[in-house]
């Protein structure tokens, strides 16, 4: 079981990105192959790692390091798009070097430092790009920086190497085809689905010259006729390969799909390591992926990750860490332990995985996951959550927020003046729209086409915020005859419904980068963010009161009597209570009253929320909408309400008496609630973002983690303050 340790922080000003374009030329005669689907002709290189879903990767380069982000979108398939990110530089940079192949390409691109020993290279081009198409073109870029290509609209022709892999085959041979590719400076590696493994010593070599590519083979001298004809049986297909390091030597992992590791000398082309990865119940399991973690000359064990499908009944994915032992000498030696940790992904399917020197970072498509290395104790387990989770909040699509409840707390208030409920209610969806971290440019325009509202790029560029929200409310306003509070409500909740719909699809997390100074990135599929620690008071909110055993390791100040823990615990039991029986739309009316037109005041709200507590919703939203909400629905409500009343009425009279036990007097209570509210006020927020970061974004983020942060702050004063009156209500009875 995981803690949900951290939120994701999304960096402002990454989703209103501008490119610079540029395209690769085209060579014409070098791409011997014509083919622009995964499957080629005859005699011809067949790719089965095609784009299916958007592709993202990240490499961090140099000293100081340099961060490089590249992303490849299957809706754009002959498209890479590359950021640099420097410490040197302002963040967030919203310029993006936009590059466009001739053709379609792999999920698969590589970007490293030009190692050149020419001068004039290294200096005017620093970096190189290595990609590979579906028919498979493999190229070889010589990078400048990003802002030099701004009147640059075509690469320069000896700034690109360019060589077909259909080259490598004779016109009456059948290449097997390539299943991964992976690469580094001056090598690039394919895996074949016969469990073949050629190496190109691409930037090192012209692909000309004897000795450019080399065939991995288990075979030598009177073996290789053996080998030849057992070979088919004898290993599975490539699923995977990387490319590490370790001690000055070139290694190649390769993993294949009948679980077996092999490690090959890319300096000698010899196997250094054969291992059979043991699964237990390998019955049904695929081998996907796998992770290298960096050798460190200070110790023997390197962190080895497996990613496994098992597709029997129910399909799940496990996560197996192995112990990597490397020993030197006269030949380099390694050996696998048998697998160490075993981390079940319960839901959600993993997307990326890095490694540090102590844990684990699992990026899922609902959340982020980190564990400590070769640390069996799952209950170490943190849990990151991602943004989608915020804006099904804010947009009241959440499972367990129901917008309708929004409905029946404003109806509630205002039961008395029902013609300010429609602007009330509009006011706040339109708010939560254009919260930093929920707009989006490219979500809010997708969402007016699906109702027939269409701009040139120009015209949507050229709104302000008013133009905003004046196109949003007229969207609402004529999509029926009817403008009641109910007819415009369910108007805002399929708005939301599709808004939220697009945010998902437009941002779905891509890939993480992760610093070595600590801090993680994740890269979306139209922006970029970082993840945060929670603060204490988070903590302290997020969690069950039953899971409050050491409050003074908070931050709380409290008397070492302990009898004012208990009290404290019994105290957020009621409030914790109290504020999920109101819900979430009781903080969005009372926020909406304190900063918009009062209609009626916040001090006036109190009291019916209290109302509500006492005698539950209005009924009145039921009667006056039977039609639009349908008996049985309506009916069904507000039993339900009477059922979560008398819980709540129960549940709050047991806590007030063991906590009046626990207290002997009302002071007692009163004297830790305002030890609470102390902790409550808003002080220095000191996150985990220092300078040593490779990229300044300690300004670009802390306005929004200190919203983030002041949103809990705001919900839990408003809590107490609803505790307090409530007990003031019954007189401390």
Not at 7 to 11: F, G, K, L, Q, S
Not at 31 to 47: F, G, M, V
Not at 490 to 503: I, M, P, Q, V
Not at 703 to 721: G, H, N, P, Y
């Given at each position: 079981?995981?803690?949900?340790?951290g939120?994701?922080?999304?960096?402002i000003?990454?989703?209103s990105?501008?490119?610079?374009?540029?395209?690769?030329?085209?060579?014409?005669d070098?791409?011997?192959?014509?083919?622009?689907?995964?499957?080629?002709?005859?005699?011809?290189?067949?790719?089965?790692t095609?784009l299916?879903?958007?592709?993202?990767?990240?490499?961090?380069?140099?000293?100081?390091?340099?961060?490089?982000?590249?992303?490849?979108?299957?809706?754009?398939?002959?498209?890479?798009?590359?950021?640099?990110?420097?410490?040197?530089?302002?963040?967030?940079?919203?310029?993006?070097?936009?590059?466009?192949?001739?053709?379609?390409?792999?999920?698969?691109?590589?970007?490293?430092?030009?190692?050149?020993?020419?001068?004039?290279?290294?200096?005017?081009?620093?970096y190189?790009?290595?990609?590979?198409t579906?028919?498979?073109?493999?190229?070889?870029?010589?990078?400048?920086?990003?802002?030099?290509?701004?009147?640059?609209?075509?690469?320069?022709?000896?700034?690109?190497?360019?060589?077909?892999?259909?080259?490598?085959y004779s016109?009456?041979?059948?290449?097997?085809?390539?299943t991964s590719?992976?690469?580094?400076?001056?090598?690039?590696?394919?895996?074949?689905?016969?469990?073949?493994?050629?190496?190109?010593?691409?930037?090192?070599?012209?692909?000309?010259?004897?000795g450019?590519?080399?065939?991995?083979?288990?075979?030598?001298?009177?073996?290789?006729?053996?080998?030849?004809?057992?070979?088919?049986?004898?290993?599975?297909?490539?699923?995977d390969?990387?490319?590490?390091?370790?001690?000055?030597?070139?290694?190649?992992?390769?993993?294949?799909?009948?679980?077996?590791?092999?490690?090959?000398n890319?300096s000698?082309?010899?196997?250094?390591?054969?291992?059979?990865?043991?699964?237990?119940?390998?019955?049904?399991?695929?081998?996907?992926?796998?992770?290298?973690?960096?050798f460190?000359?200070?110790?023997?064990?390197?962190?080895?990750?497996?990613?496994?499908?098992?597709?029997?009944?129910?399909?799940?994915?496990?996560i197996h860490?192995?112990?990597?032992?490397?020993?030197?000498?006269?030949?380099?030696?390694?050996?696998?332990?048998?697998?160490?940790q075993?981390?079940?992904?319960?839901?959600?399917e993993?997307?990326?995985?890095?490694?540090?020197?102590?844990?684990?970072?699992?990026?899922?498509?609902?959340?982020?996951?980190?564990?400590?290395?070769f640390h069996?104790?799952?209950?170490?387990?943190?849990?990151y959550?991602?943004?989608?989770?915020?804006?099904?909040?804010?947009?009241?699509?959440?499972?367990k927020l129901?917008?309708?409840d929004l409905?029946?707390?404003?109806?509630?208030?205002?039961?008395?003046?029902?013609e300010?409920?429609?602007?009330?209610?509009?006011?706040?969806?339109?708010?939560r729209?254009?919260?930093?971290?929920?707009?989006?440019?490219?979500?809010l325009?997708?969402?007016?086409l699906?109702?027939?509202?269409?701009?040139?790029?120009?015209?949507?560029?050229?709104?302000t915020?008013?133009?905003?929200k004046?196109?949003?409310?007229?969207?609402?306003?004529?999509?029926?005859?009817?403008?009641?509070?109910?007819?415009?409500?369910?108007?805002?909740?399929?708005?939301?419904?599709?808004?939220?719909?697009?945010?998902?699809?437009?941002?779905?997390p891509?890939?993480?980068?992760?610093?070595?100074?600590?801090?993680?990135?994740?890269?979306r599929?139209n922006?970029?963010?970082?993840?945060?620690?929670?603060?204490?008071?988070?903590?302290?909110?997020?969690?069950?009161?039953?899971?409050?055993?050491?409050?003074?390791?908070?931050?709380l100040?409290?008397?070492?009597?302990?009898?004012?823990?208990?009290?404290?615990?019994?105290?957020?039991?009621?409030?914790?209570?109290?504020?999920?029986?109101?819900?979430?739309?009781?903080?969005?009316?009372?926020?909406?009253?304190l900063?918009?037109?009062p209609?009626?005041?916040?001090?006036?709200?109190?009291?019916?929320?209290?109302?509500?507590?006492?005698?539950?919703?209005?009924?009145?939203?039921?009667?006056?909408?039977?039609?639009?909400?349908?008996?049985?629905?309506?009916?069904?409500?507000?039993?339900?309400?009477?059922?979560?009343?008398?819980k709540?009425s129960?549940?709050?009279?047991?806590?007030?008496?063991?906590?009046?036990?626990k207290?002997?007097?009302?002071?007692?209570?009163?004297?830790?609630?305002?030890?609470?509210?102390q902790?409550?006020?808003?002080?220095?927020i000191?996150?985990k973002?220092?300078?040593?970061?490779?990229?300044?974004?300690?300004?670009?983020?802390l306005?929004?983690?200190?919203?983030?942060?002041?949103?809990?702050?705001?919900?839990?004063?408003?809590?107490?303050?609803?505790f307090?009156s409530?007990?003031?209500?019954?007189?401390?009875?």
């Open positions: 079981m995981s803690i949900r340790a939120m994701e922080v999304p960096i000003g990454t989703d990105i501008k490119f610079i374009d540029v395209s690769v030329p085209d060579f014409g070098a791409d011997l192959s014509t083919t622009t689907s995964a499957t080629a002709t005859a005699a011809s290189i067949t790719i089965k095609s299916t879903e958007d592709y993202a990767s990240s490499s961090v380069i140099g000293d100081p390091p340099l961060s490089f982000i590249w992303r490849i979108h299957k809706s754009q398939p002959k498209t890479l798009e590359l950021l640099q990110l420097s410490a040197n530089k302002d963040f967030p940079v919203t310029t993006w070097l936009r590059i466009t192949f001739p053709h379609a390409l792999c999920p698969f691109a590589y970007v490293c430092q030009n190692q050149s020993q020419m001068p004039a290279f290294s200096t005017t081009n620093p190189l790009l290595y990609a590979l579906i028919s498979g073109v493999v190229y070889l870029i010589k990078l400048r920086n990003i802002s030099a290509y701004s009147s640059l609209p075509v690469l320069p022709r000896d700034e690109v190497t360019q060589f077909s892999l259909n080259d490598r016109s009456n041979s059948e290449p097997a085809a390539i590719v992976a690469a580094t400076a001056g090598c690039l590696a394919v895996g074949r689905i016969d469990g073949s493994v050629a190496h190109f010593q691409l930037g090192l070599l012209h692909h000309s010259t004897p450019f590519v080399n065939e991995l083979r288990d075979d030598s001298g009177i073996g290789r006729l053996w080998g030849f004809m057992s070979r088919g049986r004898m290993v599975g297909a490539v699923q390969l990387v490319i590490s390091e370790a001690h000055g030597l070139k290694l190649l992992f390769v993993l294949h799909s009948d679980g077996m590791l092999r490690v090959w890319l000698f082309h010899n196997k250094i390591l054969s291992h059979a990865l043991g699964i237990p119940n390998s019955e049904g399991v695929t081998f996907a992926r796998l992770w290298v973690g960096e460190n000359e200070d110790a023997s064990i390197t962190p080895l990750v497996v990613l496994c499908r098992h597709d029997l009944e129910i399909r799940r994915e496990m860490v192995y112990h990597l032992h490397c020993t030197l000498g006269d030949k380099t030696v390694l050996s696998v332990e048998s697998s160490m075993d981390i079940p992904l319960e839901e959600g993993c997307i990326d995985v890095k490694l540090t020197s102590d844990k684990i970072w699992i990026l899922k498509d609902n959340g982020l996951l980190s564990h400590k290395l069996i104790d799952m209950e170490d387990a943190c849990c959550t991602l943004q989608e989770e915020f804006v099904a909040e804010q947009l009241f699509q959440s499972s129901s917008s309708d409905l029946w707390t404003t109806y509630s208030i205002y039961s008395s003046m029902k300010n409920i429609v602007p009330f209610v509009s006011s706040i969806f339109i708010r729209l254009l919260l930093p971290g929920v707009h989006h440019n490219g979500v325009r997708s969402t007016l699906d109702y027939h509202r269409h701009w040139t790029d120009m015209e949507f560029q050229s709104l915020v008013d133009g905003l004046k196109e949003v409310c007229s969207v609402i306003e004529n999509q029926g005859v009817s403008e009641s509070p109910m007819s415009i409500f369910c108007h805002w909740k399929n708005f939301c419904a599709h808004y939220y719909h697009y945010w998902c699809k437009n941002n779905s891509c890939g993480l980068l992760v610093q070595s100074a600590g801090a993680v990135c994740l890269v599929k922006s970029v963010s970082l993840f945060r620690d929670l603060e204490n008071i988070e903590m302290i909110i997020d969690g069950s009161s039953d899971e409050l055993v050491d409050l003074a390791s908070f931050g100040d409290l008397s070492n009597d302990e009898s004012e823990h208990g009290i404290l615990l019994e105290v957020l039991r009621c409030i914790i209570n109290m504020s999920q029986h109101l819900g979430k739309p009781a903080s969005a009316v009372f926020y909406e009253s900063i918009s037109t209609i009626v005041s916040s001090e006036e709200i109190v009291p019916r929320f209290l109302k509500i507590l006492e005698t539950g919703y209005s009924s009145s939203v039921s009667s006056d909408h039977m039609t639009d909400l349908g008996g049985s629905f309506a009916w069904e409500k507000e039993l339900a309400d009477r059922k979560s009343l008398r709540f129960i549940d709050m009279l047991l806590s007030l008496h063991t906590l009046s036990k207290a002997t007097s009302w002071s007692k209570v009163l004297n830790v609630i305002e030890s609470y509210l902790f409550l006020v808003p002080r220095r000191i996150q973002l220092n300078a040593e970061m490779s990229f300044d974004i300690n300004n670009s983020i306005i929004q983690a200190t919203s983030q942060i002041a949103k809990v702050i705001f919900e839990s004063a408003l809590d107490v303050l609803l307090v409530y007990l003031l209500k019954i007189s401390g009875q």
